[in-house]
């Protein structure tokens, strides 16, 4: 399994360029094709903002730049949606059906206020692995150092297999496991399982444990973050349907409102 084709949200927000150059690293990494798309959501946006043009053309100019001095194999989309009412996410969504890598932030529109609304809705509709990079992120690097989210189940299997590539190439791969279910009576073979195997895939990994009366989901795997340098979190995005709505689980949302490093995220 391979990276080869990488999708990237680019926007005229202050956090578009650290998105591109996280996607031109990996794309580099990987040998993989990067594709920058600039979404504007009807044409009446466009026609009553006289800047949206210099806008586009100034994020198009930053991503033929980026890509080009990391020699990436690069296409540029400018999707002008000419219905009105049809989402960013939808769009995007849209075009992530044809990549393996969504990569997003969570500003939702340039110069907007930091939001969690594009990427939990990408996470839920893309059908693709998408990796959030936080507002607050400066560094474009990720991978090296990478802790795993990791619980039994099918988000979490998902999440594991989705981010393959990258773990091929990591020097530290962590899973910590947190509030296990009592419904497995080898709690010890459950994770060896999974240690095994990432071994066959020649990935060494370890596995740490948090009880589930320590922390909160989300407060433990922020903890480990952040006191251990990981550059890159993967989990599972658990999501919930109250009144057939989709919604993420609280875990999931947490880390997006709060991580400062880049979060993989499979649902």
């Not at 391979?2 to 360029?17: E, G």
């Not at 009807?42 to 006289?50: E, K, R, T």
């Not at 075009?95 to 393996?100: G, I, P, R």
């Not at 496991?177 to 240690?195: F, G, K, P, R, W």
Request: with cysteine.
């Amino acid at each position: 399994m391979a990276l080869t084709d990488i999708l990237v949200h680019v926007d005229a927000s202050p956090a578009s360029p650290v998105r591109v150059a996280a996607a031109v690293a990996l794309g580099a990494a990987h040998g993989a094709r990067v594709t920058g798309l600039y979404v504007v959501t009807h044409q009446h946006y466009q026609s009553s903002h006289g800047k949206t043009p210099d806008l586009i053309a100034g994020a198009r100019q930053q991503f033929a730049a980026a890509v080009e001095a990391a020699g990436v194999e690069n296409r540029w989309i400018c999707a002008d949606w000419s219905v009105v009412g049809v989402s960013s996410a939808e769009i995007i969504s849209h075009h992530a059906h044809y990549t393996d890598l969504l990569i997003t932030g969570q500003d939702g529109a340039a110069g907007g206020k930091s939001t969690t609304e594009l990427p939990e809705r990408l996470i839920l509709s893309s059908g693709r692995p998408v990796l959030v990079i936080p507002a607050a992120t400066t560094q474009a690097g990720l991978g090296k150092k990478v802790l795993i989210a990791w619980k039994a189940g099918r988000e979490a299997t998902r999440a594991v297999y989705d981010a393959l590539p990258i773990l091929e190439k990591s020097d530290r791969v962590t899973l910590l496991a947190i509030n296990i279910s009592t419904a497995y009576d080898d709690d010890e073979t459950m994770c060896s399982d999974i240690v095994d195997h990432l071994d066959r895939h020649g990935i060494k990994s370890v596995v740490e444990r948090v009880p589930a009366q320590q922390s909160s989901v989300g407060d433990a795997l922020l903890n480990r973050v952040y006191e251990e340098g990981y550059d890159l979190l993967v989990m599972g995005a658990f999501a919930h349907t109250p009144q057939g709505t989709l919604l993420l689980g609280s875990a999931a949302r947490q880390m997006l409102q709060q991580s400062t490093v880049p979060i993989l995220f499979s649902h």
